[in-house]
């Protein structure tokens, strides 16, 4: 784009978002299982969300079937009974209609102004009952692409709503109430309070008992109070006329607590037919409960509406739910679905929030028996980014593996088991990658072997940075002391990598990052006292020392005719010096948090700076102009990466997304 200045146009480049890539699921996505129809086949799809985009991913292939994009970042979504519709809710308000088997928008909804946090469709599949964050509902006619009514009445955000039949509506809320609703006439005609806590889920058997979830970790039963004689679960209740609006249809009264082991609060509920089971998805793990038997629920006393006082409610009070196990997770359980398939076995699925995703199948004797698991790509934080000299590969490492990818492919070429990645870069020739961790130690990586060729142990402080030295052959490892390791590297007959442990300097101060100037002549080494050393490579002698940051100095870089330096800072500062005497030419403050990366583009003077504000900058040092800035990820920027033409920029975020930018 053309930018004027004192007369003069400058051409810049333009960047925008391309694909989205390393991730199963997003770390509080919902997820959602169901069953589609593939060249005469069932196949089992698990939904998930990755920022705006919706993947289904084939549970048995553990690859991506389908992926569903759009430009706002998804809240929610739900799928109708005959599985061919999928409701998309987005942060801005937005709601979205998609039809799977064509991948096609039919119609779009716009009447919240907040994100969605609820989607629920009636057993018909012609309405949409929508609840967000501004706490209304809204209910939507799907034949007529219209709304139908908004129902207002709570006072927080909207946290579940089930459909009774196709006239009545069960919401609950943050603000500690469930409403019923008569949706003919848009009105609650019951509310239930005194719950002491945020509601968070609810879950209706057969339209005829409702379990009430809490935050304080109680499960609170309730049923028709016009339902004479044993409850039984297989009959829907009295039919009610909707249209009688003077007449209360019906009224739910308060029935017992489910005795449970732990005070962890529920955060799904699901109903398992056969046997007659109840599971409870908390923070950590899965809970089931066996519902008692009718002649038991039918001798239990009825209380009523408002809850009883706690010593009234002993621990036999509602002894018929019998507990039966639980299974715990070393990772938390973000959120959770379960389905069952055309073979009546039950599905469960279960988002751990670090990008993975376990499908179980739960047996009549209550086993979790594990038929995936969607966990390819990394699990933490990408540590560092390095991409090839050609730009073909792109190199990520976090603490649980190293990772390698094509820019023109959006899966995973090699994957490398390693722990505590911080460092990485490629070797000339692009088949060779060298790792430096947190415990200190070195690894050289064949790609093409796909192995680790060779290890080794520089010292006991983590390895921060590592830059390669063409002129010397070797490569400078800077880690978190006052000492510079160097390693040379040699190849043996049959051409393998052998690195050998060369020589140490000693700095006045730790280190925090280091980088070789483009022509090979100059080493500049970030300090703990807030100030650059830039040291001779021939002599080791010191040239220059920057001062002028406040904080530590995060990240720095280099031009590419090594006539100008830039470093950014935890002060939010980014500096221009220059290397012929040292001078700080700029000092600019573009974001409102530290500046964690720094990164020039090549062949010119323009740099990408990227902040914990969840912001990248393109700045000209010459001029000081801010060119673009770049947002969308949830998470602050920890990394970036420019290709050698300068066309393709990757970042990683704090919530362990990678993005290509184009």
Known sequence: APFTRMGIVKEYRKYNKGIIFGMVAGKHSPVLLLESRIKSEFVLLCVVAVMENIILWNIKLSTIHMVLYGKEFVTSFSQDDSGQYLAVGYFNGLIKLWDVFSQNCVVSFNGHTSAVKVLTFCSSGLQLASGGHDTNVLIWDIVNESGLFRLTGHRSMIT????????????????????????????????????????????IIRDTLMIISTKDGRLRLFRYSNIVGPLDLSISPPKCNPNTKENIPFIFSFFGFIQRTTKSPVLRLFYMNFPSTIVA???????????????????????????????????????????LKDVYYVRKISTSDMTINHFGHTIIALNLGTNHVDIYEIDKFFKFLKLSSISHFHHTRINCLSF?????????????????????????????????????????????????????????????????????????????????????????????????????????????????????????????????????????????????????????????????????????????????????????????????????????????????????????????????DNIIKLIDTDTTDEILTLSGNQGSFRSLAVSSNGNLLATSSHDIYLSFWN
């Not at 621990?315 to 018929?320: H, Q």
């Not at 140490?504 to 483009?518: H, N």
């Not at 974001?591 to 990408?608: E, G, I, K, R, S």
Request: proline share 4%; hydrophobic share 45%; charged share 15%.
């Open 160 to 203: 579940s709503i089930c459909f009774i039949g196709e006239h009545f509506l069960v919401t609950t809320s943050k603000d500690g109430l469930v409403k019923i609703w008569n949706i003919l006439f848009a009105f609650a005609f019951q509310t239930i309070t005194d719950l002491s806590s945020e509601v968070l889920t609810n879950l």
């Open 281 to 323: 998805q908390t923070y950590d793990s899965i809970e089931c409960y066996s519902l008692p038997l009718v002649q038991e629920m039918s001798e239990l006393p009825l209380c009523d509406v408002h809850p009883a006082p706690l010593e009234f409610l002993s621990e036999d009070y509602f002894s018929g739910l019998v507990f």
């Open 388 to 612: 090839s000299s050609d730009s073909e590969l792109l190199a990520t490492g976090s603490s649980d593996k190293l990772c390698i990818w094509s820019k023109f492919v959006e899966h995973l070429l090699l994957s490398v088991s390693l722990v505590d990645c911080l460092s990485c870069c490629f070797l000339p020739g692009n088949r060779y990658i060298i790792v430096g961790t947190k415990p200190g130690i070195v690894h050289s990586i064949d790609i093409h072997l796909s192995c680790v060729l060779q290890s080794i142990q520089l010292n006991s402080h983590p390895i921060i940075s590592l830059a390669f030295q063409p002129v010397l052959n070797g490569i400078a490892f800077c880690s978190s002391s006052n000492i510079l390791n160097f390693i040379a590297l040699h190849f043996t007959q049959h051409a393998n990598l052998v690195l050998e442990e060369q020589c140490c300097y000693k700095l006045p101060e730790e280190s925090l990052f280091m980088m070789y100037s483009p022509d090979g002549k100059l080493l500049a080494v970030c300090l703990l006292d807030n100030t650059i050393v830039v040291l001779l490579v021939s002599t080791m002698k010191r040239l220059l020392r920057l001062y002028g940051h406040k904080l530590p100095i995060l990240s720095l870089d280099i031009s590419h005719d090594s006539t100008i330096l830039a470093s950014s800072s935890n002060d939010k500062s980014i500096k221009i010096w220059g290397l012929d005497f040292g001078d700080c030419l700029r000092s600019i403050i573009l974001h409102t948090d530290a500046v964690m990366c720094v990164v020039f583009v090549p062949n010119t003077h323009q740099l990408f700076s990227s902040g914990k």
